[in-house]
């Protein structure tokens, strides 16, 4: 009767039984459904992050060389190959068209990345396993991950940031401890690394509060 | 000034129907715009046949998205207001100047925004993201298209408080014309977030501000791009309960509780916004749990409760012609009524693919694993393509003859296109899911990485799917194609309908009621009950089937 006014007493009328069975089947869903999200926040282990801080794209830049200078193990494809300790802040740097720089992770291991973008926005989209985040600059993106299976992974950029979107691509490898990560990457060009304080990072590779 | 409609008896204001007549007009001509868009994405995205080179695949992919999403539903939705506070209401349109000049704003907008577009001087598609930066011409553009259309909706509220005024409605509207109230509200909040967010992005690209901030830009942006998606949703189903009223006499199974849903619609839907902003940095986990999910799925409550209302409309009205069994109302339903069709096919594909999707793509932890991936696209092709998009179609067939006075013209071929749309449609959504699943990302031309210097390489499984997406998104665009050969030919060369005898799609009259009330306590729609459990349960195994490829990820806090 959609196209006629109805009857006088529509707000009286009891509804059927079937209609209140599947709206209360309906509530009932969604606050298990709302509730789920909650639980997942307690129990799950993929959650997104409460932390992020503003950050000028200059001075993330900077976090982002002394990061690259301090645990730099190679270069690969003119970008460089860095492994940061266990534990550590790692930091992502996003601009227009590249990720830099290569990450090699241990296994099983937590790292703090810290992923924001010079330019503009971007999308940090890690495949295979398909797991995507916003990145936007003038944001530290902060989140906490634990790689859970060794192998080659690729960072595509999944948010269009101009002409050239299409061709930013960055890889994580993660190894298992002991290993070296030239079984995914081919030969890599090493220096010597001390892992002494340098810049913003600490000997624990944290980035000092200052 | 009325002319009284010798078919449905309605009286009808003509200068309304001037207007509700120019708005449908350009509804389509943007809608061919951007289907003919949509032709070359569909055959650039495949990563073999890549039709179009870079530039102006992004340059189209703008193109289509105003033009898709907001140009063709807007300017449809703005005749549907119209027709919903006038015609049906027997009434007068209250102001026809503005009316015009709403409808020249949106023109000129929508124009200004087609034309930096194919200039290439806003290749910023539909979202333009700050720091991207886009001519200011465009954003003028999205000022004047968003006033014109906000003129538009107070103009449907003037229309339904001179109808009280003059006594055409008493104590409460037609449900049609109340889910249409719904839409407008909702238009309302998202009108003036544009307004919000497009004034500072507009001074910014005249280098009068010099910097807006990318962040709060997504906020807001996402006040006027998801509700615009709900007002859809709202007009759709105002859409889908006046095709069931005219092609088998419909009968709302309770007013109340259909009302209660459009009513939860309002308090509750323009939360999702947060939709968007489920894996961004700035917003905390609490926000986005409570906005996400509309404050407890309240929203989602309101659609499911359509979800039953409609096709019990449908039974209801066919058991009182004496169909029996379960399903037999179903099965000698007016398949042959092209809009009878494509309302069916709209409800099913939108609850079954764009609704439930749309659920899982929205939960704040789920979203991990859809975030701009082609699961996106692929969930609002659920919704607003084979939902809005095709109710909108059906409904078109009723206002050829009701409003244009035209026969529809090729009328044995628009018994198919509904099923040629929505099949195609149907199709492709699935396989962008699929894709989506893999990895594959939204908006990207080339997933091989021909010249980039990695590699990688999806799962071998997304060929299967990609042909799939060429098969679907072929046969959807010839679907659209069809369709609007038949609108166009019927509205301009159509040959003049005389009166109810010329009326090809039939309007069936709801059933007498029967002498006794019908008993309460028993299960009036067996049929209708059957179906929404098959829907619960592919909706639920849906729900698990999403937390399992979730937690096989890595871990992250």
Redesign the interface.
Known sequence: ????????N??K???????K???Y???L???F??FW??G??IF???????V?YKVNPMEFFQLYNSFVEKYKIGEK???PVVKPPPESDVILLARMW?WSPILVLEKDK?YTFHISSL???H?F??????????V??????????????EGEY?I????????G???????VIVIAEGETPEKYLGEIKTEKNDFAEKGYFNQAGKINPE | MFRKCDITGFEVDKRGEALIKVNAVFAVIFFLVAIIAAFFLVLTRHPTIHLLP??LY?RFLTLHGWNALLFWIIFFEIAGLYFGSTV?LNSRFSSPPLGWLAFFLMLGGALLINYTILQGKA???F?S?P??KAHWLYYLGVLLFAIGALLGVILFFANLVVAKREGK????????TF?LLTAAIIAVVTLVSGAIIFIPTFLWSLGIIDKV???NY?IIFWGVGHPAQQINLAAMI?AW??I???SVG????????SRLAFLLYIFFINLASAHH??????V??AW??FNT?YA???A??GS??HA??IP??VELAQRKRGYRGIFAWLAKAPWGNPAFSAMFISLVGFGFIGGVTG?MIG???T???????LAVPGHFKGTVVIGTTLAFMGATYYLIPLIFRRKIVLYSLAKVQPWLFGLGIAILAISMLALG???V???????L?S??????E??PAMWFFWTLFVIGGVSAVLGALLWILIVVLSVFFGPKLKGPEDMQIPIVL?PQEEKKN?S???????G??TL?FIF?VW??TY?FLN?KW????????
């Not at chain 1, 595509?156 to 002409?163: A, H, M």
């Open positions: 009767m959609a196209l006629l006014p109805p009857p006088e529509w707000d009328e009891k509804p059927s039984k079937d209609e069975t599947w709206v089947i309906a509530l869903s969604c606050l459904m709302f999200m909650i997942w926040h799950g282990k993929q959650n997104t992050s409460f992020s494809n003119g970008t590249s937590w330019d503009l926005q999308g989209s890690l495949q295979p396993v398909n797991m995507n985040f916003q936007i600059p003038g944001y530290d993106h902060v989140l906490k991950f634990k790689p859970t299976k690729s595509i950029c999944n948010e269009f940031c101009g002409i979107h299409h061709l930013m691509i960055g890889k | 870079p530039h992004y049906v290749d910023v598609l979202t993201y720091p991207l409605w008493e104590r409460s509207l037609p449900l049609f889910g901030d990318p962040e997504r105002s309960y006046l069931s009223y005219l419909g009968i709302t199974p309770s007013e109340k509780i902003l489920l894996v961004d940095p700035a905390s986990p986005k749990v999910s407890m799925y309240l989602v409550l499911m409760i039953y209302a019990a409309s659920v939960k704040e932890q979203n991990i694993i859809h975030h701009n991936t699943y893999l990895g990302p939204r908006r990207h031309y080339d997933i990485f010249n980039a210097p990695f590699k990688h999806f799962n709801p019908p309460h306590s028993s299960i009036l729609c067996p209708t009950l929404i619960f909706f639920m729900f937390w979730l937690s096989a990820t890595w871990y992250v806090k």
